[in-house]
């Protein structure tokens, strides 16, 4: 896939954001997960959803100070997103579905709108579950092309970059294969190794890892490091 610094869309994206309405959304199955769960750690997708099944309360990861200053700037530039553009289904075997959300659908390109508390760098350099969102839309929507656009928080003044993404038409079929995988490992109730299925970063708050009282396996040493995309 190819990942191109853009630096023309950021005006585009932001006069779109203050006149955007939602779309009407009518279900064509039955989601048994959603896009976002399955680009992050499936050990703690499935345990969630094994606790809402039997009942039990959600384990929730343990914030400090900046982790909720972090989620409360991301609420807050939500709030320019916050009608939904699209909502989309994949379909998977036997009729179920995995669904998402399409935050901005400009010219039926498919774009995502993500905030890091990161600093920018000059290099291209996004988040690997940012790429593997954006391939899920592409693959809902039928197309190749994506746009990312992330607010990057850190330092002393936020920086909105913005990125045209092009996946290659074998590189979506793949992650078609991939994204069904993970939404029937998640939904399975023999557990899951997490070597393989979680990214390093992930421990450091998730309430199953033994530095925070959990059962985990799991650790920074033994998790993914690159995503599913190389870009290029």
């Given at each position: 896939m190819r990942l191109q610094r853009q630096a023309d869309i950021s005006e585009e994206l932001l006069d779109h954001l203050l006149k955007r309405e939602g779309e009407a959304y009518v279900s064509r199955g039955t989601s048994i997960a959603q896009v976002k769960e399955l680009t992050l750690c499936l050990v703690k997708?499935?345990?969630?959803?094994?606790?809402?099944?039997n009942g039990e309360q959600v384990t929730?990861?343990?914030?400090?100070v900046v982790a909720k200053t972090k989620i409360l700037l991301g609420v807050a530039f939500s709030q320019l997103v916050n009608s939904v553009e699209k909502r989309v289904e994949i379909p998977l075997r036997g009729g179920e579905v995995v669904s998402g959300k399409i935050d901005y659908l400009p010219d039926g390109i498919p774009a995502e709108i993500k905030v890091t508390w990161a600093k920018p760098k000059e290099a291209v350099d996004v988040d690997p579950q940012y790429l593997e969102q954006l391939a899920s839309y592409a693959v809902a929507e039928g197309v190749s092309d994506g746009r990312l656009y992330v607010l990057y928080a850190g330092g002393w003044q936020p920086t909105l970059r913005c990125y045209a993404a092009t996946f290659a038409h074998d590189d979506l079929l793949s992650w078609r294969v991939?994204?069904?995988?993970?939404?029937?490992v998640i939904n399975s109730v023999a557990p899951i190794s997490p070597i393989g299925n979680h990214y390093g970063w992930e421990c450091g708050r998730c309430p199953h890892s033994p530095g925070n009282g959990g059962d985990c396996t799991g650790t920074r040493e033994n998790g993914k490091t690159v995503g599913f995309f190389t870009p290029r």
């Open positions: 997708a499935q345990r969630a959803k094994l606790a809402k099944a929730r990861e343990p914030l400090d991939e994204l069904e995988r993970r939404a029937y």
